[in-house]
Structure formats: C-alpha cells, structure tokens
C-alpha cells in the first residue's frame, strides 16, 4: 500500500520519542500518519486505535502494527 503525504498531523494525535515525530489518526477518514505520511486502515483497526489506551505506550504498538500491515 502507498503512503500518503499530508501537510499537517490529524486532529487526535500524540507524541513519540520516534525522532520528535507527531504520531496522528483520523477515525473518520480511517487513516493513520507518523510525521507527514499516512496510511489507510481498516474500520477495526481504527476501532482498536481508538480505543485503546494510551498509558505505558499501548496505543504506539497498535498504530505501529497497523502501519507496518499497511506497508505489507
């Protein structure tokens, strides 16, 4: 699947220590973005995004397995 560029992160979004880079999602166009690319998911998978909890990182292993799925 191809990355998409976008010029600004989404509206729900959340800090990593993954280079200062803003990790964003958006549950209404079913995309997630890592700096300025974004990728699309599916509607479960940005259901799990959702919600899951941010503590002890949980919600960067779901967003970072979904684009790594995306990417495959």
Sequence with gaps: MNTIKIAKPFAKSFNTLLNGKVVSYSPRSLKIAIGNKAVSVSK?????????????G???Y???????????
Excluded: F, Q
């Design 44 to 56: 479960e998978t940005m259901d799990e995004i959702v919600n899951t909890s941010n503590a002890y």
């Design 62 to 72: 779901v967003v970072l397995k979904a684009w790594d799925d995306a990417l495959s």
């Design 58 to 60: 949980d919600r960067w």
